[in-house]
């Protein structure tokens, strides 16, 4: 979920502090998807660029990145964070923001792992402090349910949160793909967003995702919301890949009897 504060009267360096993701786990979405990264799989969503205009403000993200390892079946763990480059006086130059630590688990497996109904998931952590911004920390908790028919995938996201600023904030998403056998499936997604006592956000995103292998995809989208009474916009192009990783264990093993071999 975003962190939008589009309001009049605060000071243009919440435009930055504020239009981050505490849970973009699933790119070019603001909500997710009920599914985790295979265990011993490291995942990687990393946004290339992302230009944002909110009023007279303007501000580019470069890079947004996530990471994702599933260290166990069913539960990934995640790290997050984005750089954010201000073009407008009174907002910060440069900063790191977004930052947060979170676990995801499936609850329930269903479609996304290919077996009957629907896939239920959580995912739950602490927002952390940023760079030269976001000074606070917070923590959020979500649910998520996912339908995946030949024709079309549905996610739903809610999400509660205490936002680093202290203030209390829910989120309501609905994201749906096309086929998932496409190469390349249209997505769309829709949300709303309150954080309580200052802002309303109420958004829409068009795209697409590039499935360039089973491991790597691609994806591109735009993006319209109202924020209180004003109108936003923005542009998000990224790529996720995953790979497995060498466990340490193994690892340890490998090295010791390769060392052994050539004594």
Request: glycine share 12%.
């Amino acid at each position: 979920m975003r962190w939008v504060r589009g309001v009049a009267a605060l000071p243009p360096a919440l435009l930055l502090a504020c239009w981050c993701s505490t849970a973009q786990a699933y790119r070019p979405f603001d909500g997710t998807d009920a599914a985790v990264a295979e265990t011993g799989e490291l995942e990687i969503e990393f946004g290339a660029l992302e230009y944002l205009r909110e009023a007279a403000e303007r501000a580019l993200f470069a890079p947004n990145l996530r990471i994702n390892y599933g260290f166990v079946p069913g539960w990934e763990a995640v790290l997050e964070g984005e750089v954010a480059h201000g073009f407008t006086p009174g907002i910060p130059g440069t900063s790191v923001v977004g930052n947060g630590a979170f676990l995801k688990g499936v609850l329930r497996e269903g479609s996304l792992q290919e077996k009957p109904g629907p896939s239920v998931a959580t995912e739950f952590g602490v927002l952390l402090p940023g760079v030269n911004d976001e000074h606070g920390a917070g923590a959020s908790l979500a649910g998520i349910l996912s339908q995946r028919w030949d024709w079309a995938t549905v996610h739903f996201n809610t999400q509660v949160a205490l936002t680093r600023e202290q203030h209390a904030d829910y989120f309501l998403d609905m994201i749906i793909e096309g086929p998932h056998d496409w190469t390349v499936r249209p997505v769309a997604e829709i949300f709303y967003e309150r954080d309580i006592g200052l802002f309303r956000t109420r958004s829409a995103l068009v795209g697409a995702i590039w499935q360039v292998r089973d491991n790597i995809a691609v994806d591109f989208a735009v993006r319209g919301a109202r924020v209180n009474d004003h109108t936003a916009g923005e542009i998000r192009t990224g790529v996720t890949f995953a790979f497995g990783v060498t466990k340490g264990p193994d690892l340890l093993s490998r090295l010791f009897l390769h060392g052994t071999a050539d004594k």
